[in-house]
């Protein structure tokens, strides 16, 4: 009875839209003031705004402070709500597929294969941990599509690609399987482990605007492909015997979904390596306040998704300054805690 009236929940008010971007909005320029250079709030504020385009405000700050922020800080802290929005977007869709609030992006072999074709760039093409671009992203990029791939095969000559078991399971199959390969390839090259581990931890590494720009157009993509779905997401809470007596194609909206969620979670994964527990932590949390009914989940997911990784990566970078801390480690902190309470509070949220 639950499911059917959270099918008739108003669409995200006004209030929701507010604060989620108000969030959003703190997390940028918190991101853009710390640092070892100080950059003061108005001034911050104003690159921000003049990042705009036919938008120039004029600052205080000098030829080089100026760069700081639109050569290193900005390219970052954007790169950072990119990756952050894709793995929080592709987590709440996930979890409405599969009707598990446990579910994440990494679910049908996206971490695994990414991790493995990683591993292969950076042993074999001779890439190194910061060579961004184009070798690691793409051989990640590629290995996570194949992972997918190879979890829907699977999970199709089990059950059709339509049951949730056969997929959840099919991609565990393929996940180990691709582990293995990965861990063989590392034993058999020990001396690229460091560059190897180094990616696999997370991190926000930019070069300027590029890496942002090259995982817009498909965490865009993504975006649009489980939007268009937001309704059908609210039909399946209701089970896929019920959705599919209400005129919903199950499997292949399924099918759509996983493929959207898992290209934008691909993307991410290329550019800042096997960050975890986003995609658990900001839907869960977003169903705890604003309910779940997905036209609020999803687009609230994706901006506060984005404010979470900045302020995770606030912390990498500064609890232990000079030195970085990988923003994986810090999800993983905070995600490892989150996960128990999940554990405990599924039952009366999903």
């Known amino acids: 009875m639950a499911a059917r009236t959270e099918l008739a929940a108003p669409a995200v008010g006004w209030k929701w839209w507010l604060g989620a971007f108000a969030i959003l909005f703190g997390a940028i320029l918190i991101g853009a003031m710390v640092g070892p250079a100080s950059i003061g709030f108005v001034d911050a504020t104003k690159v921000l705004v003049s990042l705009l385009p036919g938008i120039e405000l004029a600052t205080d700050l000098s030829e080089l402070e100026l ?123 020990a001396e690229t482990l460091r560059e190897v581990y180094d990616w696999i931890l997370g991190r926000l590494v930019t070069t300027g605007w590029s890496e942002f720009e090259l995982i817009l157009p498909y965490v865009l993509i993504s975006a649009v492909g489980i939007f268009a779905h937001r309704r059908a997401l609210d039909v399946m809470s209701v ?71 900045v302020l995770a990566d606030i912390v990498a970078r500064s609890v232990l300054a000079p030195a970085e801390v990988p923003i994986g480690v810090v999800t993983a902190f905070l995600g490892a805690p989150f996960f128990v309470l999940v554990l405990r509070t599924s039952r009366r949220v999903m």
């Open 239 to 309: 089970g896929d015997e019920e959705a599919s007596s209400l005129g919903l194609q199950v499997g292949r909206t399924r099918l759509i979904v996983v493929g959207s969620a898992t290209l934008g979670a691909a993307a991410a994964v290329a550019v800042a390596g096997l960050i975890g527990f986003v995609g658990i932590i900001v839907p869960h949390a977003v169903r705890l306040v604003a309910g779940t009914s997905y036209r609020r989940v999803l687009p609230l997911s994706a901006l506060l998704g984005g404010a979470f990784l």
């Open 67 to 189: 760069g700081i922020l639109e050569v290193v800080r900005f390219p970052r802290v954007f790169l950072a709500v990119l990756v952050g929005a894709a793995l929080s977007l592709s987590g709440a869709a996930y979890q409405g597929v599969f009707r598990n609030p446990l579910a994440d992006p990494y679910l049908l072999g996206v971490a695994a294969g990414a991790g493995l074709g990683a591993t292969l760039a950076i042993v074999y093409a001779g890439a190194g941990a910061d060579s961004i671009v184009p070798i690691i992203p793409a051989a990640a990029f590629v290995g996570a599509i194949l992972g997918v791939l190879l979890s829907y095969g699977l999970g199709r000559t089990v059950g059709g690609a339509r049951t949730v078991t056969s997929l959840i399971l099919a991609g565990v199959a393929v996940a180990a399987f691709l582990t293995a390969i990965q861990t063989f390839v590392q034993q058999r090259n």
